[in-house]
């Protein structure tokens, strides 16, 4: 599986972003797939994750209310929107997917990973 995000950039803090996430290798719909973000001295974290169909979705309270997960496996392609952006939310996102069809929110629990991209909020 290969995993390309984008949509990354730089905003006011309050604004909104939505980074999409293209995969090809393997028939999109068969995995669950998600989103983890990386701020400079941080750990990786959980930001979204989202089932095979689309049906079982889950966030963070850091996120709960603010992002949105989803996907459109007719185009191969899963989006995160977000919204009210706070300077906390700075981080490089990566997009992920796992072998499996089921909803996942651990590292370790990723097989696949893409390159990140960046999103900055300014005060």
């Known amino acids: 599986v290969q995993l390309q995000a984008s949509g990354g950039g730089l905003v006011q803090a309050g604004g909104s972003l939505r980074l999409s996430c293209a995969a090809s290798g393997r028939t999109f719909s068969s995995y669950a797939m998600g989103w983890f973000r990386q701020a400079p001295g941080k750990e990786r974290e959980f930001v979204a994750g989202?089932?095979?169909?689309?049906?079982?979705?889950g966030y963070p309270d850091s996120v709960k209310g603010r992002f949105t997960i989803s996907r459109d496996n007719a185009k191969n392609t899963m989006y995160l929107q977000m919204t009210s952006l706070k300077p906390e939310d700075t981080a490089v996102y990566y997009c992920t997917a796992a072998d499996s069809s089921y909803y996942y929110a651990r590292r370790d629990e990723v097989d696949y990973w893409g390159q990140g991209t960046q999103v900055t909020v300014s005060s």
């Open positions: 989202i089932n095979w169909s689309g049906s079982v979705k």
